[in-house]
């Protein structure tokens, strides 16, 4: 739509271009600041100018470019773009089931990027989810010219709502190996076969014996459900059931998401049981 309020606009290429004036803010892909009127913003920073590589392989993981588009991250997960990924690195499998919970056509997954996924913080950002459960660290610029790194889990602090300070921008998320050799597998529902996801749960299982369960879209921001090796049946289900943040809104109550994520995060137990005993 058109945003009738903007009056400047302006490409950031250096860390300098990132200071904002009154008034202006930044923008990726904008399909979230282009979808409705937005009456506080006068101008708009472009983040796709910055010379940052959408993903790079280092010696601690991978590192997403916070411009790195859905498409871009999907075609590396399959093979089809993007630097050579370890043979090892089995949870990538999760990041197309991640873009596929996001309710976004094709074309949205061109200009959608995973920081503003991210920095939107929707309880269903599946880009969210995907990070939490690879325990994704973001690496964040303070306008200042300092920066600092905090778990993305603890960087989305609500629905809509996370911990950027004014002026903050996320550079990247930095995913270790470990977690990116781990089997992975998410489980989503919703109130209609084309609607937002009412309850995504997603888990990984590490080479250690250590599983994780991860809880986005049910509550209004993530939880991290960890144990020492694959719990029972009955362990599961009182973590899922005891775990804060459950909220009602127009596309599910709080006790169905609670209810409907229990269920879930037993299917992708016995999954993950099953492949064990396999291996």
Known sequence: MDITSITSFRRARTRSDLALAPGEAFIAGGTWLMSEPQPGITGFVDLTTMPWPALEITGHGLRIGATCTIAQLVAWAEGRE???MPADWAAA????HAANALLASFKVWNTATVGGNVCRSYAAGSMTALA????????????DGTEYAIAVADL???NGENALG???VLRAIDVPAGALRSRVALRKIALAEHG???AVVTARLDTDGAFVVVLTAATARPVVLRFATIPDAATLAAAVAAAPGYYSDPLGAADWRRGVSGVLAERIR????DEERAA
């Open 156 to 158: 989305v602090t609500g």
């Open 93 to 96: 499998s999760l990041i197309p």
């Open 166 to 168: 004014a002026g903050d």
């Open 132 to 143: 939490v459960t690879l325990d994704g660290t973001a690496e964040i610029w303070r306008p």
């Open 196 to 198: 937002r996801s009412g």
């Open 270 to 273: 016995r999954e993950l049981v």
């Open 82 to 84: 993007g630097p050579g």
